[in-house]
């Protein structure tokens, strides 16, 4: 690790200055606490309603600080993903109280573009911080209802453009404030601290790498989220492009998508934005930075992974066919199920040829075979609870066919012995001190500013 320069240091004595959290903030929390700010600080905070949710929520920005820069700021674009509702929250804080810090640049912060999502994860954010209590209560919206994944998008035979009103709101927001940078407030749940940086800036990934560190978070340098990134140092990617995944899927001779969007990252690069994505898990494991090469090959950890995903994946979607007819259509539950179970289905082919690629001589890491392994156990988690809690909500309401009863006694016996494996492993897990993890996505929000700032001419 090169030696923490002085802007840096600053930054980092600033990030380790966010006190002790105790649970996730849903939708009433963070408004409360950015109108509560905006009312004690009128003169500096300027709020505006920017959009209004499928659902009905408003949707709210909060606007610091002086310019002449200007910066974006934008939490809730995965409503699974929560850490970024107290950086948000804890950014504004900070700018209303020092106004050296808010001098230079003015800061746009949207607290939470998807209220609507949010709300069905709430069921999480007051802990047990354990992964069988989270998976519970998780939703995750299907990728044509996800804000960072429905931006317009045009490529080859790909046409995209059912923007969500929340997107929308955001797509405004960015042609209106031409952000220097933006900040797309993501996590993950369980390995080490990643980043995705829409271009590479001088100096960068060493910062990145000292703030994940003076926070005691591993770096991820398992398998990276998708093939298709390129790596600008250790678990620092380039963003993830909707025409690079096209291109790759085209390559391996698979169906291209032409259901999905771009990103609010690729979006902004209209207007020259450079933009950052902080991924941060809730949780850490030993072997997730062990780089220590197995006894098995990568081809057959790979080949063994897709295979046992895609049992999981063909117990789910076999019951949720039977149990399809019998669940309300105006569910974000069962459209999320819906769209997650045959884009999932899609992966364990993927995956089985990218392993037929690999030089059959090459032993997996300890860190591979952990986080393939790992990848399996969150998704039959996620999506067997989402499932679960269509099915039990759909009972909940009193007017469930008979029909329905049987997929629903079926799912409950698999999902417990998912449950009672993730157990197992839920010993081994160290939880995050929360406050840690919203201190290194402000870190890296801060130092992004800094070092675009290094670059200006
Ligand atoms: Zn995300």
């Known amino acids: 690790m090169t030696a923490t320069n002085g802007p840096l240091r600053e930054i980092l004595e600033r990030a380790h200055r966010v006190p002790d959290l105790a649970h996730f903030p849903g939708v009433d929390e963070i408004n409360q606490r950015l109108d509560d700010l905006t009312e004690q600080h009128p003169d500096l905070v300027t709020r505006r309603r920017i959009g209004t949710s499928r659902l009905g929520d408003p949707i709210t920005m909060y606007s610091i600080g002086d310019g002449p820069e200007q910066a974006l700021v934008y939490a809730g674009v995965h409503p699974n993903e929560p850490i970024g509702f107290w950086t948000a929250i804890r950014l504004a804080e900070d700018l209303c109280a020092d106004a050296s810090f808010r001098a230079g640049c003015r800061w746009h912060i949207i607290g939470n573009i998807d209220p609507d999502g949010t709300r069905l994860n709430e069921g999480w954010f007051d802990g047990p911080f354990n992964r069988v209590h989270y998976t519970a209560n998780f939703y995750r919206p299907a990728p044509q209802e996800q804000v960072e994944w429905t931006f317009p998008f045009q490529y080859k035979d790909a046409y995209f453009d059912r923007v969500l009103p929340e997107t929308l709101a955001l797509m405004q927001v960015i042609d209106e404030v031409k952000p220097t940078i933006a900040v797309s407030l993501h996590n993950t749940e369980l390995g080490g601290v990643y980043y995705y940086v829409s271009r590479e800036l001088t100096g960068f990934v060493d910062e990145l790498h000292a703030i994940a560190a003076s926070f005691d978070l591993p770096l991820d340098l ?170 039990d909500g759909e009972i909940a309401r009193g007017s469930a066919s008979a029909a329905l009863y049987p997929p629903a006694k079926r799912l409950r016996a698999v999902y417990a012995e998912w449950q009672a494996e993730a157990r197992s492993l839920d010993e081994q897990l160290h939880t995050v001190p929360i406050k840690h993890l919203v201190g290194v996505q402000y870190a890296a929000t801060l130092a992004l500013l800094a070092a675009v700032r290094r670059e200006a001419p």
């Open 222 to 391: 398992g398998e990276p989220e998708t093939p298709v990134v390129e790596p600008y140092g250790p678990a620092v990617y380039e963003m993830i492009s909707s025409k690079a995944v096209y291109d790759y899927v085209e390559a391996l001779g698979m169906p291209t998508p032409n259901d999905s969007g771009s990103s609010s990252s690729a979006y902004a690069a209209r207007h020259g934005t450079v933009s950052l994505v902080a991924e941060l898990p809730y949780w850490t494991h030993p072997s997730i930075d062990d780089q220590t090469p197995t006894e098995s090959p990568y081809q057959q950890v790979l080949a063994a992974a897709a295979d046992e995903l895609e049992s999981n994946l063909r117990t789910l979607d076999e019951i949720f066919r039977a149990a399809r007819p019998y669940l309300s259509d105006d569910s974000q539950l069962v459209r999320g199920v819906a769209a997650f179970l045959p884009y999932l289905l899609k992966r364990p082919e993927r995956e089985r040829r990218r392993a037929a690629e690999i030089d059959p001589e090459r032993r997996a890491t300890v860190a591979e075979v952990f986080g393939l392994g790992d990848i399996n156990r969150s998704f039959r988690l996620r999506y067997g609870g989402m499932l679960l809690r269509s099915l």
